[in-house]
């Protein structure tokens, strides 16, 4: 009998001592299991039949959903309103088994709803939500296709459509006709508020030349070339414009934008609230990206002494947060990683009233944090992509003298078991 939730989407059930993980189920059903791998203290398993199904249970409507096919899903089976209640107990069990926070104050979940269903029933953006995929490119049928991981992590499963993706993508991917035996990817990229669209073929090869393959494209979309870093533009400019709260952004190739461009909306509203800026303070905005907070903050913070602080690595990144930040005389930005940003500024005693932080999956660590700690914010909003790496970060912000206010979790990612969550900490 299962009865609790994993941080990586299995269900968890208890057999002669031995914690068991099984994906593929709900917490509260009754199943028979196989299990495919044991150690001391638990095993996982492999979900054999449902004995008494959850009421939560629903038809994947996905024929490459399941445990020998795609991973990019592993909810499908559950219904969405179950699985915001999941996500949300996910969030609170990392931040108090990781965290060692005994009560964190961990706010419900914010799930997305879509704008064009406004006056009706709420209709959850469930499906058809993602702004981009990234495909590989495998020989199937004496032709070459898209193809996504399968569930095992360890090999590839070809594909013809994806139904998280929008309309604008899953239409151009159906469009696909992938002749090149150089190509090993391809990314399709779409403005869920604008007429933008791009592909980009990745290739093993060189991009050698001013001139690329001849490509043929009937709808309208920018394509590019990439191998490695390197972007060539085969048709159009190589980047494309999304909105997020009345504000455009440009995007390129390898600049990293939130997959659900209403939940980017809702990570940066979620950020404004808990920064609650009054005008003329001073923000650190470190792992700025494109400038989603980084320029709302900007706006938010305007007054006289109002200052906001970029820190970036990513050279695309870089360059389009530049273009969104147009005019805006109280926004900088330092190019660089954060470890050798944040010592320049504190060399010339460098404080800040508030600072936010969107790390890498792997977290900012306990030397970042240090630094961070060094400017004397009153508010540290971190951002967090995994649960995980907040709650290991938890703990070094508790030593720093941070005290978790509220963490809120935001569900970008339907049929998955990821989730965003927005934490404020306060001094």
Not at 167 to 189: F, S, W, Y
Not at 297 to 320: H, K, P, T, Y
Not at 377 to 404: K, N
């Given at each position: 009998t299962?009865?609790?939730?994993?941080?990586?989407?299995?269900a968890?059930?208890?057999?002669?001592?031995?914690?068991?993980?099984?994906?593929?189920?709900?917490?509260?059903?009754?199943?028979?299991?196989?299990?495919?791998?044991?150690?001391?203290?638990?095993?996982?398993?492999?979900?054999?039949?449902?004995?008494?199904?959850?009421?939560?249970r629903?038809?994947?409507?996905?024929?490459?959903?399941?445990a020998?096919?795609?991973?990019?899903?592993?909810?499908?089976?559950?219904?969405?309103?179950?699985?915001?209640?999941?996500?949300?107990?996910?969030v609170?069990?990392?931040?108090?088994?990781l965290?060692h926070?005994?009560?964190?104050?961990?706010?419900?979940?914010?799930?997305l709803?879509?704008?064009?269903?406004?006056?009706e029933a709420?209709?959850?953006?469930?499906?058809?939500y993602?702004?981009?995929?990234?495909?590989?490119?495998?020989?199937?049928?004496?032709?070459?296709?898209t193809?996504?991981?399968?569930?095992?992590?360890r090999?590839?499963?070809?594909?013809?459509?994806?139904l998280?993706?929008?309309?604008?993508?899953?239409?151009?991917?159906?469009?696909?006709?992938?002749?090149?035996p150089?190509?090993?990817?391809?990314?399709?990229?779409a403005?869920?508020?604008?007429?933008?669209?791009l592909?980009?073929?990745?290739?093993?090869?060189?991009?050698?030349?001013?001139?690329?393959?001849?490509?043929?494209?009937?709808?309208?979309?920018?394509?590019?070339?990439?191998?490695?870093?390197?972007?060539?533009?085969?048709?159009?400019?190589?980047?494309?414009t999304?909105?997020?709260r009345?504000?455009?952004?440009?995007?390129?190739?390898?600049?990293?934008?939130?997959?659900?461009?209403?939940?980017?909306?809702?990570?940066?509203?979620?950020v404004?609230?808990?920064?609650?800026?009054?005008?003329?303070?001073?923000?650190v905005?470190?792992?700025?990206?494109?400038?989603?907070?980084?320029?709302?903050?900007?706006?938010?913070a305007a007054?006289?002494?109002?200052?906001v602080?970029?820190?970036?690595?990513?050279?695309?990144?870089?360059?389009?947060?530049?273009?969104?930040?147009?005019?805006?005389?109280?926004?900088?930005?330092?190019?660089?990683?954060?470890e050798?940003?944040?010592p320049?500024?504190?060399?010339?005693?460098?404080?800040?009233?508030?600072v936010?932080?969107?790390?890498p999956?792997?977290?900012?660590?306990?030397?970042?944090?240090?630094?961070?700690?060094?400017?004397?914010?009153?508010?540290?909003?971190?951002?967090a992509?995994?649960?995980?790496?907040?709650?290991?970060?938890?703990v070094?912000?508790?030593?720093?003298?941070?005290?978790?206010?509220?963490?809120?979790p935001?569900?970008?990612?339907?049929?998955?078991f990821?989730?965003?969550?927005?934490?404020?900490?306060?001094?």
């Amino acid at each position: 009998t299962l009865d609790g939730i994993a941080h990586g989407g299995e269900a968890i059930g208890r057999h002669i001592g031995k914690t068991i993980f099984v994906p593929y189920a709900i917490p509260g059903e009754r199943v028979r299991i196989e299990l495919v791998e044991e150690r001391d203290r638990w095993a996982r398993a492999r979900l054999v039949e449902v004995l008494e199904a959850s009421p939560n249970r629903v038809s994947p409507p996905c024929p490459y959903f399941g445990a020998d096919k795609c991973g990019g899903c592993q909810w499908q089976h559950i219904a969405y309103e179950r699985q915001a209640e999941l996500k949300q107990e996910i969030v609170a069990d990392q931040l108090r088994r990781l965290g060692h926070l005994p009560q964190p104050n961990v706010a419900d979940i914010i799930a997305l709803a879509d704008p064009a269903a406004e006056g009706e029933a709420v209709r959850f953006l469930d499906y058809g939500y993602r702004n981009r995929i990234d495909f590989a490119v495998v020989p199937a049928e004496n032709e070459m296709k898209t193809a996504l991981r399968r569930a095992d992590g360890r090999s590839l499963i070809p594909v013809d459509f994806c139904l998280l993706v929008n309309d604008r993508i899953d239409q151009l991917h159906a469009a696909l006709d992938l002749t090149l035996p150089e190509i090993t990817g391809v990314t399709i990229r779409a403005g869920m508020t604008t007429d933008d669209a791009l592909v980009v073929f990745d290739t093993a090869g060189e991009l050698e030349g001013e001139s690329g393959p001849e490509i043929e494209i009937d709808l309208p979309a920018a394509v590019a070339l990439r191998s490695g870093k390197a972007v060539k533009p085969i048709i159009g400019q190589p980047q494309l414009t999304d909105e997020a709260r009345g504000i455009v952004y440009r995007i390129s190739p390898n600049s990293y934008f939130p997959p659900n461009t209403e939940g980017a909306a809702a990570l940066v509203d979620a950020v404004l609230a808990h920064a609650a800026l009054q005008g003329g303070e001073v923000v650190v905005d470190a792992y700025c990206g494109v400038g989603l907070f980084a320029i709302p903050l900007a706006d938010a913070a305007a007054g006289a002494g109002a200052r906001v602080i970029g820190m970036e690595s990513n050279e695309a990144a870089c360059e389009d947060f530049a273009a969104n930040a147009g005019a805006r005389e109280n926004i900088e930005l330092h190019e660089g990683s954060v470890e050798q940003i944040l010592p320049a500024l504190l060399s010339v005693d460098q404080r800040a009233d508030v600072v936010v932080l969107d790390p890498p999956h792997t977290g900012a660590g306990s030397d970042v944090l240090r630094l961070l700690a060094e400017l004397r914010p009153s508010r540290l909003i971190y951002v967090a992509s995994d649960p995980a790496t907040l709650a290991r970060d938890a703990v070094h912000l508790a030593a720093l003298g941070f005290r978790l206010v509220e963490a809120q979790p935001i569900d970008l990612q339907p049929q998955t078991f990821r989730v965003d969550t927005v934490a404020l900490w306060q001094r």
